[in-house]
């Protein structure tokens, strides 16, 4: 996800809190065929690992524990709460006619490879 500079999270505990605020996960992955997509629960460790290890389950007829098994990249991303906001909330919009119309928090971490 491209990310401008001024919007990129770089306060460790500000993404842990995110993460276990709001602990349902889009867990995307390759898989055979293509990708998969699974929204899964995660229990963040904050000691475990330098950054910390994100943890799951996932049922065993679920196919994306194999696919994690051959060691494949993976990606998790977390949303806070977001919505529309009408640009003409915002005071800017009279002055030059430039605002953001959709709010979010979003949290990508990197998945490591395998397991």
């Known amino acids: 996800m491209y990310l401008r500079k001024q919007h990129q999270w770089t306060d460790r505990e500000a993404v842990f809190t995110l993460i276990e605020a709001h602990a349902l996960g889009a867990w995307v992955c390759q898989a055979?065929?293509?990708?998969?997509?699974?929204?899964?629960?995660?229990?963040?460790?904050?000691?475990?690992?330098?950054?910390?290890?994100?943890?799951?389950?996932?049922?065993?007829?679920?196919?994306?524990w194999r696919a994690l098994g051959a060691g494949l990249p993976s990606v998790v991303m977390f949303r806070r709460p977001q919505a529309y906001i009408t640009p003409g909330w915002y005071p800017g919009k009279a002055e030059h006619g430039k605002v953001a119309d959709w709010v979010a928090k979003t949290m990508d971490p990197e998945v490591p490879d395998g397991p």
């Open 32 to 64: 055979e065929g293509g990708l998969t997509a699974n929204h899964v629960p995660f229990v963040l460790d904050r000691g475990r690992g330098k950054h910390g290890t994100l943890m799951c389950h996932v049922s065993r007829a679920n196919p994306v």
